[in-house]
């Protein structure tokens, strides 16, 4: 049985761990407030931009064919966004991104990663840290934008994707993050961002009449890189706000558990202390028996 001062360090140390998380908890809690405003706002926006994005492409698709960002190629160089959180503290949430683009690597592109043609660029601390760790090809400059999330640092990085596509640097991307549905619940999401996905004859697009200036190639080819920042920025707002809702779903979680601890070692507590005093009594009565058969 351990000793009254062993207990009762214990029990600090868990009263204090209780403190943090909650606290930490209540944090999460305002973020998610903001961050979930913030993607419940931007999802009309998005799906409006691809709504007219599937009229325009349906009303001529040719002409869309003919655009570098719709252009299929050979997969022989990948590039996988990975879009994680920069700290810890939040259950499975970055786990769930680095199982998710293993397994689109080893399902999708197991000959090209053989090869060293599978480049990720993660999107958060975490990513970062993990693929690095493990010897993948990672580009490491926009990292640290989870921290401070703006559109047009966002924006930034989706140039660059379109950019190195453009010029044959990728012939695929996709990327990888946690959709946000609730306080408790974030779904593992793969998109594909290039070559964009032309709609199909089963896909039914409301046919509207729309007047094109200065002509309709030129509206399209201008749409559909501010369609893609928009399609990243939506992500990142996702994985913030599914970030928010896991870490504050796993520090109640912790909170709960430490106060469960609490009990169990209170009672430990009480009844070491009862079998100290015990003992301490026993010893009395033995002391003063002794004196008297002396």
């Known amino acids: 049985m351990p000793s009254l001062k062993e207990v009762k360090n214990r029990i600090g140390s868990v009263v204090s761990t209780q403190q943090i998380t909650k606290a930490m908890k209540m944090v999460a809690a305002a973020k998610l407030r903001r961050s979930q405003d913030r993607i419940l706002q931007m999802r009309p926006f998005a799906k409006k931009m691809a709504y007219i994005f599937q009229n325009l492409a349906a009303a001529q698709s040719d002409s869309l064919g003919?655009?570098?960002?719709?252009?299929?190629?050979?997969?022989?160089?990948?590039?996988?966004?990975?879009?994680?959180?920069?700290?810890?503290?939040?259950?499975?949430?970055?786990?769930?991104?680095?199982?998710?683009?293993?397994?689109?690597?080893?399902?999708?592109?197991?000959?090209?990663?053989?090869?060293?043609?599978?480049?990720?660029?993660?999107?958060?601390?975490?990513?970062?840290?993990?693929?690095?760790?493990?010897?993948?090809?990672?580009?490491?400059?926009?990292?640290?934008?989870?921290?401070?999330?703006?559109?047009d640092q966002v924006a930034a990085a989706a140039e660059h994707i379109m950019e190195s596509y453009r010029t044959g640097g990728y012939d695929k991307v996709e990327i990888v993050y946690n959709e946000f549905k609730n306080v408790a619940t974030q779904v593992l999401i793969t998109e594909q961002f290039l070559p964009v996905?032309?709609?199909?004859?089963?896909?039914?697009?409301?046919?509207?009449?729309?007047?094109?200036?200065?002509?309709?190639?030129?509206?399209?080819s201008g749409l559909i890189p501010k369609s893609l920042k928009v399609q990243l920025y939506k992500a990142v707002l996702d994985s913030n706000a599914a970030e928010n809702g896991a870490r504050m779903t796993a520090m109640d979680k912790a909170t709960e558990n430490a106060g469960e601890l609490l009990k169990e070692l209170r009672l430990t507590y009480n009844r070491t202390r009862q079998a100290a005093i015990t003992k301490e009594i026993l010893e009395i009565v033995g002391g003063a028996e002794a004196l008297k058969a002396s």
């Open 66 to 151: 003919e655009n570098w960002f719709s252009q299929v190629r050979d997969e022989k160089k990948i590039l996988i966004v990975a879009i994680s959180s920069d700290r810890g503290l939040c259950g499975s949430f970055n786990t769930n991104i680095f199982k998710g683009v293993l397994k689109v690597i080893h399902e999708k592109y197991e000959n090209q990663y053989k090869t060293g043609n599978v480049t990720v660029l993660p999107i958060g601390r975490k990513a970062f840290d993990y693929f690095s760790k493990r010897k993948f090809q990672v580009i490491d400059q926009y990292a640290g934008i989870i921290g401070n999330i703006s559109f």
């Open 197 to 220: 996905l032309l709609p199909t004859s089963e896909i039914k697009t409301v046919e509207v009449e729309y007047i094109y200036q200065p002509n309709q190639a030129e509206i399209i």
